[in-house]
Nanobody
Framework: QVPLVESGGDSVQAGGSLRLSCAVP????????LGWFRQAPGTEREREGV?????????SYADFVKGRFTISKDNAKNILYLQIDSLKPEDTAMYYC????????????????WGQGTQVTVSS
């Protein structure tokens, strides 16, 4: 089991900001396309892709992000980040990082390893 460890989730007021972190194994931080996903409360909701960053640092985002999310990584520290600004109640979800991420027909998919998630709760 490859350890991906997310952190940074919290309960915040709408309009606030959070920066999520994901510790990634050194062998993967600069070699794999990495991404963030989220899953809203309720078992019927699917896990949806939020953003990706490839080995060259190029980023892509889901359409619903609308400029509020920024994905980045620090190869020296082996950390993947997700900055979320102007948080909305509908951003409430468990956020996961993953490896082997790709975009297919406009949707982000993860085919590799997953972390256990970090909870973000936004109140109005």
């Amino acid at each position: 089991q490859v350890p991906l460890v997310e952190s940074g989730g919290d309960s915040v007021q709408a309009g606030g900001s959070l920066r999520l972190s994901c510790a990634v194994p050194p062998s993967m931080i600069s070699s794999y396309c990495l991404g963030w996903f989220r899953q809203a409360p309720g078992t019927e909701r699917e896990r949806e892709g939020v953003a990706t960053v490839d080995s060259d640092g190029r980023t892509s985002y889901a359409d619903f992000v609308k400029g509020r999310f920024t994905i980045s990584k620090d190869n020296a520290k082996n950390i993947l980040y997700l900055q979320i600004d102007s948080l909305k109640p509908e951003d409430t979800a468990m956020y996961y990082c993953a490896t082997d991420v790709t975009v297919i027909a406009g949707y982000i998919h993860g085919f590799g390893y997953w972390g256990q998630g970090t909870q973000v709760t936004v109140s109005s």
